[in-house]
Structures are given as C-alpha cells and as structure tokens.
C-alpha cells in the first residue's frame, strides 16, 4: 500500500508543480504586452504560454489549471500595481478583473472544444486556437464595457482580434510541433540504440548457441560410443563396464542440461521488436557503428570506410554479425593509434563477398595457415597476457556453418579477410547444422 500511496503522492506533486510553472510562465510573458486600444486592453504572450502549457502538458487537468492561473493572473497584477505603482486595490482589481475572465473564458472554451484530443491534426488545433482566443477577446471586452472602460468594438478592431489569436494560436502550434518532432527524433534514435545494444547481445547469444550446439553434437557421439564401450566390456564381462555405462549415463546428463540452457538462450535470443531479416546494408553499418564506439573506447582514431551496393536482405543477421565483428574488431585492434578499417561488400555470382581490409602490421606468411587454428593470436594486454585466441575460429566455424568461406587474401598493406557466402544461405531460417562435429 505504501508504495502505491507514494507513487500517488508523486503524481500529485508533479502535476501541481508543473501548474506552478504554467501560472509563473503566463505571468511572466503576460508582461510582454501591448494595448492596441489605448486602454488597459492589452495583447500580451500570456496566453501563449498558458496554451502551450496546456497543450504540452497533457497531464495537468484544464478548469483546475485555468482556474488557478486565472486567480494568479489576477493576484499578480494586482499586487504589482499596488506595490509598484501604489495604485488603489479597488482599480487594480477594476482594471484586471477582465483578464482574469478572459483566462477563465479560454480554459473552458478549451475544455469544451477538446483540443487537445486533435493534436495529431496541427490545422485544426490552430484554427480551435484562434477562435477560443477570438472568442475569450470578446468575452473581455465586453466586461470591460460592463465595469464602465469606453472600448467600443468597431470592424477594425474585431478584425485587429481576430489577428492577433491566428498569429499566437499559430504560434504555440508551430512551438508545440516543433518540439514533438524533436522528442519523436529522441526517441527514435534512442530505440535505435536500443535494437542496435539489442542485436549485439543477441550476436553474442548467438555465439554462445553455436558452439553449444558443437558441443552437444559432440557429446552425443560420446554418449554413443561410451554406451557401445559399456556392451562390448559387459559382453567380455570386463569389471570396468558398470564404470562405462556410467560415463554414458553423465554425459547424457551433461547433454540434457546442455539443451535446457540452450534452450533458455534460444528463448532470449527471440526479443520483440527485433526485425527477423534486415538489409546487407543496415547490418554493415551496424558492424561499423559498433566499432566505431569500440574504437573510440580504447583510444583510438579509426578511419572507418563502408562500400556496400548490394540489394539484399538477409534472416541470417547474427550469423553475419559475429563474423564481421569479429573481423572488424581484429582490424581495429591490429593497428596503431591512428589507423583505417575498410569494409567491402559485393556479389560475385551467386555468392555474397565481404572484405575487411585494415592498414596494420599485417600478417606473416608463413603465420597465415595458423590464424584459423584455436590459441593463435597476436593481441596481448597490457600485463602481457596473451588473447584467447578462438575469435577466428568461431569465425571459420560459423562460415563454414553457412557453407561458405573465410580466408586471407593478398593485400598491398595490412590484412584482408575475405568471406563468401552463397546467398541461397543468407535467405534461409535455419541458422544450424546438426551433424557431429568433432574438434579441429
């Protein structure tokens, strides 16, 4: 109860202090005026804060809203001709009395018309706009006429209302559009971020699966030579053979668990609002906006160039991923402070070719048939500790998975890793192949 009772509390504070800042925000441009009539008639951008307010502040309620800024409004001028001035109440109060109507005439006549129900129709808020403004004019002038004030309303002066509640309404419409489409553009570059963030845990899932996958396969196969140790040795009756049928038994355990975690990464890896296929293109500048933040992370100036004309689009958006961080983040790492990482893409008959080519050391020829193998590597940290060196061969594994190819290819400086793809892979849903494989 008490958590509820906060939050409701909150709400409330919330809602009451952006109605303060509405009534100090309409007290505050209401003194911006004008008086078109020589009288103490004004024109002022008041009541362009207050229907802005109103219009951006959906949760704040209207009469009670309007009701206190009117109050306000009439507090505020008073006190300040009486303090500043030393006019008498009596007329301070003769004098801003209508103004404080004419707020109360705009709340209701904009409670009444709905307008902030049509906001996705800006035409048609502005055109609600001018006549609540036009109408709550005249409503003021006619109880200035009633408390004596010598305002005769004439076709000019109707006409001078009429403008002055089309330029305003159509102001705080113009304001109002402009800073939806300003948080719209927020918000889409933050959801943008988010499947971006998204995409990558799921690459990393992705990874993950794949060699579990491997390693079920493998141990399906030592369950199954295990369990045919187990009845060779208890044919011969061999005491060991309890001792196999007890390694097959573990193993298959060790399998079981295997499928309920790949299981639970399957289920992770199927995030809503996730696209199931995206274009080549979109996927590269992903790759390469992911490690254009990486680079920028370890300190380093990293000049990142993107040839992509290909017109395809692919269900295989992890799969790819990995392969191409994997390369790209290698190309980033394998040079100095400053250094460039290209990324290529085109089609070569029936297959997709991506290029990754850095300016790096490069490396050594007789070093290029191990790079594939697993413990290879040349990254070490800072302590000289040496890179797990598996990042290349989960790359191979995950290409060849796609019954494509990954090698070195000749370059005038640096590295390029080459990967092709047959496309008919990139179109299809399954991402696995179910066969054993047993380790390099």
Not at 156 to 184: E, P, T
Not at 237 to 266: F, T
């Amino acid at each position: 109860m008490k958590p509820q009772y906060q939050e409701k509390r909150d709400k409330v504070r919330e809602r009451l202090f952006i109605i303060g800042v509405i009534m100090l925000a309409t007290a505050f441009f209401g003194e911006m005026k004008v008086n078109p009539f020589g009288g103490s008639f004004r024109f002022s951008l008041g009541i362009a804060a207050f229907f802005f307010g109103l219009l951006w502040f959906r949760s704040v309620p209207v009469i009670p809203t309007g009701l206190l800024t009117g109050a306000f409004i009439l507090c505020f001028r008073t006190g300040f001709d009486t303090l500043i001035y030393g006019i008498e109440l009596r007329d301070a109060l003769h004098v801003h009395m209508p103004s404080a109507v004419y707020y109360l005439s705009f709340t209701l006549l904009l409670h009444l018309s709905r307008a902030r129900s049509h906001l996705e129709y800006p035409f048609r808020v502005g055109l609600i706009g001018t006549a609540i403004d036009f109408g709550s004019n005249l409503i003021e002038l006619l109880v200035r006429h009633a408390l004596g004030d010598s305002i005769s309303p004439t076709w000019q002066s109707l006409s001078l209302l009429l403008l002055f509640g089309s330029l305003r309404s159509l102001f705080v419409v113009g304001l109002f559009n402009n800073f939806s489409i300003r948080q719209v553009r927020a918000v889409g570059e933050f959801r943008q971020q988010e499947l971006e963030r998204l995409r990558m845990i799921n690459t990393n899932l992705y990874e993950e699966a794949f060699y579990l996958r491997k390693s079920m396969a493998l141990l399906e196969e030592i369950t199954r030579v295990s369990y045919q140790l187990y009845r060779r040795l208890g044919e011969g009756k061999h005491p060991d053979a309890p001792v196999a049928l007890r390694v097959a038994e573990h193993v298959h355990e060790v399998k079981k668990d295997s499928q309920r975690i790949l299981a639970g990464l399957s289920k992770l890896m199927n995030q809503e609002g996730l696209a199931a296929r995206i274009s080549i293109g979109e996927l590269c500048q992903l790759v390469m906006n992911t490690n254009r933040k990486y680079a920028e992370m370890i300190g380093k100036r990293i000049e990142f160039r993107e040839s992509c004309d290909v017109d395809l689009v692919t269900s295989q958006i992890y799969e790819l991923l990995s392969v191409l961080n994997n390369l790209v983040a290698n190309a980033v790492e394998a040079g100095g402070p400053r250094g460039r990482v290209e990324l290529q893409v085109r089609l070569e008959g029936r297959n997709l070719v991506f290029r990754v080519i850095d300016d790096g050391p490069g490396i050594p020829a007789e070093e290029q048939d191990w790079v594939f193998q697993s413990g290879y590597t040349t990254k070490y940290d800072t302590e000289g500790n040496a890179s797990t060196g598996i990042g290349l061969t989960h790359a191979r594994g995950i290409v060849h998975n796609l019954e494509g190819q990954i090698e070195i290819v000749p370059n005038e400086r640096g590295t390029c890793f080459e990967v092709k793809v047959p496309t008919n892979r990139l179109l299809k849903k399954e991402g696995y192949v179910h066969a054993p494989i047993l380790p390099d």
